[in-house]
Structures are given as C-alpha cells and as structure tokens.
C-alpha cells in the first residue's frame, strides 16, 4: 500500500467530478473523533448529518435483477465507506460527489417514519415486502444517533406488513426485541453481507464496517432466534475475494444462514474511476491484474449494465467464479430455504382497521 498518499479510515481516496454540477463543495478541515478511537490519522472533512425531508420514502424498484420489489432508505451516503458501492452514483442527484463526500455527507431522513405509515394506511397499497435498505446501510453509523431505522421497523411491527433487511453492521441486534416479533409471524427476513473472512481485505474495502467476526456472530444470533438470515457475499472481485467464495459460503452456513446470494463486481458511473484510483493505492502490485480480470468479467469493461447479465458477468473467469457458487449452494445448503414473507397478516389489520370507520 502506498501509505503516503492513502486515506485511512475512508474507502474512496478523492472526489470525483458531478457529472450533474460543475462545483462540489468544499470540504472543512476537521479532526474526526472516529481517528481518535481507532488509532488513525486525522483526515480532511468531519462526517456531516444533513436533515432532508423527502414527499415520500417507499420506492419503486425498476431494475428486474436485484430481488426486491419496493425499498426504503432511511438515509442517502454512507459512513461504511465500501469501496465498490454501487449506491455511491446516486449521491451525486443531491449536488454532491460519489466519492469522499458519499461517505462524509450523510442526508438524514427524519420523517421516514411518518411517510412509512401514512403509506401503510393508504387504502390503494397491496402488501409488498419493503426492503430496508436497497441503497445505503440502515445500520450504518447514523443510526445511532438518530434511530430512525427501529423507528420503522415498529410502524411495520404496528401494522403487521413484511419488511426485509440488508446490512453489514451488526448494530442490527440492538432491535432484536422488534425482529423476533415480526419473526413470529414470518414478516421478517435479513441479509446480512459477509464480502470476505480476512479482516485485512475488510479493512481495506470496507474500512467502516463491523468486523467478520462479529457479522458471522450476527449470523449467529439472528439464526437462533428464528429469524430467517440470507447472507449476501458480494461484491465477488476477482483477485481479490473471489478465491475466498467456498469457504465465506461454509462460514455462514455454519452460523445458521439458510440460503445466500452473490453478485461479481462491476464499477458502473463514477464508481469505476474512484475504484481504480484506490486500488492503485490500496494494493499497487495487483492492481492493474484485478481490473483487467473484472474487465474480463464485462466483455472488456468495468460495468456491464445488461440485466441478468451485469450481476454474474460472462468469459472464463466469471464462468469459474458461477460454478464455485453453484457447487457452494450445492454442499452447504442443499436442504435449506429462505420463506417467503408473510402479507396476510397486514392485509387482515388493515380490514379490520377499516371496519372500525
């Protein structure tokens, strides 16, 4: 790693250009108490919570490959600061970069949970699984200080409306009272990412995230309690976490995930420009092999935005990276599923709550 020119504690290592504004603001010259604790050095740029107050909060997911129909993210960037986030494009719609300010300018959404219930009265909305989040960690930092993804989680609990999970913090147990109730009637179920079983490789791709140690615990607990756990090992990158694919599958089958899911790497937007700038950082003497073999994955490019075929990629190496997956599923979780969510239950709240008017 080139020390002198890396920015520890952070994933991205600049600010890239918005391609939507021609000026992105400046960053302040602060201390960052995170330095402090974990030993780093100070870095340009106190993370800052800035309050929005979007009209509404459940999306509509268009993209027919990613697994989810409706999304709700509590909050826009990230803390985590993972290195290949493909949320990291969307930081820019709000005037800012998809690099450090991703994950130094987090956009707080305060009157989540209102909108989410006033979504849930409405008498036009079906019962869909709604995914927190689809795009950035509801368990990220923030949460801690502003609550607002437990503040959701009792409006589903209130109205008995599915919900699913995505994180890689293990702040996740703290609502572990809300989880297991939901779980009862099978309104609930959590992905929870693993992207590697070596803490030197976590550190470095996502230098904000709980440890491996502590997610697969995660795993653990989450299991115990019969709350039904998918584990999302993605991004894979090649000649990075690819080799590791058999053995991060065994580790949370072992902890009590029922199923997982994985996606290979590609680096659409700005994403591609940040990551090649850090990898040639991060890791100089492989970085010009890494590329070329995610290249390799994405008929010569590092994005591929052909749906069904931009998540598992196409050529020799992604063809190797599929069948270790397939033979993972095969070994660890042969008689293992994940449930579908329940939707009946909110469907009877509701008209039950109706006839009282």
Not at 38 to 49: F, H, M, N, P, R
Not at 77 to 89: L, Q, V
Not at 183 to 208: C, F, M, Q, Y
Request: overall charge positive; glycine content about 8%; some cysteine.
């Amino acid at each position: 790693m080139n020390q002198d020119k890396f920015i520890k504690g952070r994933g991205a290592q600049l600010n890239t250009p918005n391609r939507f504004f021609e000026h992105v603001q400046e960053q302040r010259d602060d201390f960052l108490e995170y330095c402090r604790i974990e030993g780093e050095e100070a870095v340009l740029g106190k993370t800052q919570y800035l309050p929005i107050f979007p009209k509404t909060i459940v999306n509509k997911v268009m993209s027919p490959d990613v697994g989810m129909g409706y999304s709700l993210n509590p909050y826009q960037g990230c803390e985590h600061g993972c290195i290949y986030c493909y949320a990291r494009n969307s930081h820019e719609y709000w005037g800012y970069s998809a690099g450090l300010d991703f994950e130094r300018k987090i956009l707080v959404k305060k009157n989540a949970p209102i909108l989410l219930e006033s979504k849930l009265k409405s008498k036009k909305w079906k019962a869909e699984t709604i995914v927190l989040s689809g795009n950035t960690d509801c368990y990220q930092p923030a949460e801690k200080k502003f609550g607002i993804t437990r503040a959701c989680l009792e409006v589903f609990l209130k109205y008995s409306h599915p919900v699913g999970m995505i994180t890689k913090n293990a702040l996740i147990l703290r609502d572990l009272d809300i989880l297991k109730a939901l779980a009862k009637d099978h309104l609930i179920g959590v992905n929870v990412s693993v992207t590697s079983l070596s803490e030197d490789t976590r550190k470095i791709l996502e230098p904000r995230t709980t440890t491996i140690r502590k997610r697969l615990e995660t795993i653990r607990i989450l299991s115990d309690n019969n709350i039904p756990v998918n584990a999302m090992l993605a991004p894979i990158i090649p000649g990075i976490n690819s080799h590791e694919l058999l053995k991060m599958a065994k580790a949370v089958a072992d902890n009590g995930a029922l199923s997982f899911s994985y996606t290979i790497v590609r680096l659409n937007g700005a994403i591609g420009g940040i990551f090649t700038d850090w990898i040639k950082k991060a890791m100089p003497d492989k970085a010009d092999k890494v590329l070329h073999q995610i290249e390799a994955c994405h008929g010569g490019h590092l994005n591929d935005s052909r749906f069904g075929l931009r998540n598992r990629g196409d050529g020799k190496i992604a063809s190797h990276i599929n069948d270790l997956a397939r033979l993972a599923k095969q070994t660890y979780f042969k008689d293992r599923t994940f449930p579908k969510l329940n939707k009946t239950r909110y469907e009877a709240h509701k008209d039950g709550q109706m006839k009282l008017f």
